[in-house]
Structures are given as C-alpha cells and as structure tokens.
C-alpha cells in the first residue's frame, strides 16, 4: 500500500461513509472505491462489509486499521516537522488571500511586522476553485477565506473582514441597472459552478443550490479563476454573486455589479494547516484578534 492508498483506507475507516472520505480528501468516491477494491484484491481479503445503507470494518479491516495508524500518525510527523523546518526560510511567513483582499490585510500585516522585525510577511495567492489546497500542499501557512470552514485538518482563526456581496450580470443583463437584486433572483438565471473540487458546504455559501423559496439555482460554466468569472459574466452566459470588494478591485466594462440586499455579509477568517501551526502563525492570529475584525 501507497502512502494514499493508507490515507484513504484509514479515512473510510473512521467515517464509514465513501462520500464523506471523498470531501474529506477532495477525490471523487470513485477513487475511494477504486483504492479500497486495489487493496483488498491485493490481500485476499475483505476489508470493509458494504450495504446499500452502511459501510463497517471487518474484523480484519479493524486490526489493519489498528495496525496502520500509529505509523501513519508518524510519517504525519515527520512531514509536518520536515515543512516547518526544511525548504521555507527562518523567518518568513507566507500569507495567501482570493486575489486583492489580501491587500485588506495591510493593517494586520504592518502591525506583524513592526512587533516582529526579524520576519517578512510574503504573499501568494490561490483560487477559489482550491480552496484549502496551498495549505495542504504547504505552499502557504496560512490564508483568509470565507466562513464557514468545516475541513478537519484546518484550524479555523480569529475573524478580520466583513462585507456585503454583489450579483455579478453582464453589462447588458436586465438586472444591470438595478439599485439593488433579492437573492431570491437566483432561481432566474443561470450561476457559475466553481468545479468538483470545491467543498459543496463552502461553495453553497457563496452560490446556494436553492432559493430562500425553496427554487433550484440553475449551475451553468464552470469558472476556477477570477478572470474566468469576468469573460464568462460578461459573455452573457452566467451571473454570479460575489464579495463587494470587487467593485472597487476589479472593474470590466462588460460587467455590472448589482448589490444583494437580503443576504448576510460575508466572513473573512484567517484559517492554517493544523499540522504546520508555527510561532510565526499564532502571532500573526493574535495581532489580528487584537486588532478586531474590519467592515470593508
């Protein structure tokens, strides 16, 4: 067995469920089924009883389980020690943010840095359409997202922005020149789908599946960058709602940003890896709860 194929198998060990070991470990249940049938045909044996209504452990399932997770817990270690001290100089702490609202961090960032001289804040991006992907791959050590946040390898922080949030529709879009759109429109019109790979629960905060009235929210192209979103808004095909930062960030002559006046405002929070959480980490969290959480 792979190192993967030890993380699925110890993942569907714990939650008994093939759907939710695939969102935990943002593969497709196909793949967890794949990997559990590789390893048993690979043993001779049957690892997990399945039914149309429930998965358990086989006794020989349940020992292998036993067996596999101290060591698996230490190679986690390792890893995790091996991030914090290898490749990523001393004194450097990486922050990723959606683009420009990593700039509304500024306030926060100054005060790091003016408290703690001997490390520099480097910024990194990363999409929406991976969410949490810089931190798993240690790419960033921390990030701001929006709430809420269920991914149980990812320490949920203090919150530090809020806003409001817009309908993205094309210039020419019969929405377009409204002062203001009910979210309830959705079940109108055609929305972005942000990909397979974004957790539903985080995705549907953004971009329900229902209307408050209970209509279905038809998902049209599927955009993975912010870019992508623009030329696909603005081609007509689709609407999307979005934080309001970006009618002062991201201008587009074929877009038109329409405020949504019945949703509540969006959170921003600061979340990191719960195997790399550094000095560096808790004191950026800190100074950030400090400072309070911002209306933007």
């Keep these: 067995m792979d190192l993967r194929d030890i993380e699925i198998f110890l993942t569907l060990a714990d939650e008994l469920h093939f759907g939710?070991?695939?969102?935990?470990?943002?593969?497709?249940?196909?793949?967890?089924?794949?990997?559990?049938?590789?390893?048993?045909?690979?043993?001779?044996?049957?690892?997990?009883?399945?039914?149309?209504?429930?998965?358990?452990?086989?006794?020989?399932?349940?020992?292998?389980?036993?067996?596999?997770?101290?060591?698996?817990?230490?190679?986690?270690?390792?890893?995790?020690?091996?991030?914090?001290?290898?490749?990523?100089?001393?004194?450097?702490?990486?922050?990723?943010?959606?683009g420009i609202v990593g700039h509304e961090l500024q306030p926060v960032v100054d005060e790091f840095t003016a408290r703690h001289p001997g490390c520099s804040v480097e910024r990194r991006e990363f999409h929406f359409s991976d969410p949490f992907g810089s931190l798993r791959e240690g790419v960033a050590d921390l990030q701001v997202t929006w709430t809420p946040v269920r991914e149980p390898d990812v320490v949920v922080g203090p919150r530090v922005l809020t806003e409001g949030r817009v309908l993205a529709v094309a210039a020419g879009h019969p929405l377009a020149g409204?002062?203001?759109?009910?979210?309830?429109?959705?079940?109108?019109?055609?929305?972005?789908?942000?990909?397979?790979?974004?957790p539903s629960y985080w995705e549907e905060a953004m971009v329900p599946r229902r209307t408050p009235a209970g209509r279905p929210v038809l998902r049209g192209p599927v955009a993975r960058t912010f870019h992508e979103v623009l030329t696909v808004v603005a081609s007509g095909e689709a609407v999307t709602p979005l934080?309001?930062?970006?009618?002062?960030?991201?201008?587009?002559?074929?877009?038109?940003?329409?405020?949504?006046?019945?949703?509540?405002?969006?959170?921003?929070?600061?979340?990191?890896?719960?195997?790399?959480?550094t000095a560096e980490v808790r004191a950026f969290a800190q100074i950030a709860r400090e400072l309070g959480s911002r209306a933007i």
């Design 20 to 98: 939710r070991t695939a969102e935990r470990l943002h593969v497709s249940p196909a793949r967890v089924s794949q990997a559990i049938s590789r390893q048993e045909r690979r043993m001779g044996t049957t690892l997990f009883e399945r039914t149309s209504r429930r998965v358990e452990l086989t006794p020989v399932g349940a020992r292998l389980r036993d067996d596999l997770r101290q060591g698996y817990e230490l190679i986690q270690s390792g890893i995790a020690a091996a991030s914090r001290t290898g490749e990523r100089p001393a004194g450097l702490l990486r922050v990723a943010a959606m």
């Design 178 to 198: 409204e002062d203001g759109v009910s979210v309830e429109a959705l079940g109108d019109h055609t929305v972005l789908d942000l990909g397979a790979g974004v």
């Design 243 to 277: 934080n309001a930062h970006v009618r002062r960030y991201y201008t587009h002559p074929g877009v038109v940003y329409v405020p949504i006046v019945d949703v509540p405002d969006t959170e921003w929070v600061l979340v990191w890896s719960r195997d790399r959480e």
